[in-house]
């Protein structure tokens, strides 16, 4: 079951912003245990050399690459070197994304776009540049990630571009789908909700002014239904059934990975 023995796999965003499971580290790891070959980019290379270690770790079959996912030649560029490794591309995750708070008076024009660069842009490149590889092989499967911001919008804490950037991904995801279904090619959504990854302590603790790591965390925790956070693993999995062959009749969909928070609703 889930096996992708075979399978050469490209993961953007691979690396972490700190130690631990990042989204796109517990992808690359866990395509490269189910059997895939593993194309590892990621625009900082620290972050990605830990990954590399990881899987070099587990004797698992992998590439690192540095790349920036919003730079169009520098994707096709590691697409290309992606091919002449490992002879094909077949399955695609697009992990790259990051927020901004602010709403749509007061966030600044090139922060929105910076936005959309980041986290529309590089899964649009994603997408456009894998495509006629897939094609090639007859056939491929694409996960592009969003966020339950999408779906959720908090009264007091707006981040206009995120928002935006991250529902347009779903809109790209299904268009996808639909042009390329009869061609073989998949592509699906998944949503994480509220996750526990490095960027907590690395990133929101600043960010949303909170005293320490842990009281944010805990904070965290209580918004979710199920009592707590999930992690990189939990979306890693999800990307995984997503990508295999018993997923093969589900394409232009999204896979909520939550905890429940968006049926719940609230703030």
């Known amino acids: 079951?889930?096996?992708?023995?075979?399978?050469?796999?490209?993961?953007?965003?691979?690396?972490?912003?700190?130690?631990?499971?990042?989204?796109?580290?517990?992808?690359?790891?866990?395509?490269?245990?189910?059997?895939?070959?593993?194309?590892?980019?990621?625009?900082?290379?620290?972050?990605?050399?830990?990954?590399?270690?990881?899987?070099?770790?587990?004797?698992?079959?992998?590439?690192?690459?540095?790349a920036d996912a919003t730079d169009s030649d520098a994707v096709a560029e590691a697409m290309a070197a992606c091919v002449a490794r490992f002879g094909g591309l077949d399955l695609l995750v697009n992990n790259v994304g990051g927020s901004a708070p602010g709403g749509a008076e007061d966030m600044a024009e090139e922060v929105?776009?910076?936005?959309?660069?980041?986290?529309?842009?590089?899964?649009?490149?994603?997408?456009?540049?894998?495509?006629?590889?897939?094609?090639?092989?007859?056939?491929?499967?694409?996960?592009?990630l969003a966020s339950i911001a999408a779906l959720r919008v908090s009264p007091?804490?707006?981040?206009?571009?995120?928002?935006?950037?991250?529902?347009?991904?779903?809109?790209?995801?299904?268009s996808v789908a639909i042009r390329h279904a009869k061609e073989g090619i998949r592509c699906n959504t998944v949503v994480p909700g509220l996750m526990h990854t490095p960027l907590v302590e690395h990133r929101l603790v600043g960010q949303l002014g909170a005293n320490d790591a842990a009281e944010l965390i805990a904070r965290r925790h209580a918004l979710v239904p199920m009592g707590h956070m999930g992690d990189g693993w939990d979306v890693a999995h999800a990307a995984l059934f997503l990508l295999s062959s018993e997923a093969r009749f589900i394409t232009g969909t999204e896979l909520l990975v939550d905890g429940g928070a968006a049926v719940a609703g609230g703030t």
């Open 1 to 66: 079951m889930l096996r992708l023995d075979g399978k050469v796999a490209f993961v953007s965003g691979a690396g972490s912003v700190g130690p631990g499971w990042g989204n796109g580290r517990a992808c690359a790891v866990l395509l490269a245990r189910q059997g895939a070959r593993v194309f590892c980019t990621d625009l900082h290379r620290e972050g990605l050399d830990e990954t590399m270690r990881l899987l070099a770790a587990e004797g698992l079959e992998a590439v690192a690459h540095p």
């Open 112 to 144: 929105f776009d910076r936005q959309l660069q980041h986290n529309l842009k590089s899964a649009f490149l994603g997408c456009k540049h894998a495509i006629p590889l897939m094609r090639a092989r007859g056939g491929g499967a694409i996960v592009n």
């Open 156 to 174: 007091t804490r707006p981040h206009v571009g995120y928002t935006a950037s991250k529902m347009a991904v779903i809109g790209l995801s299904r």
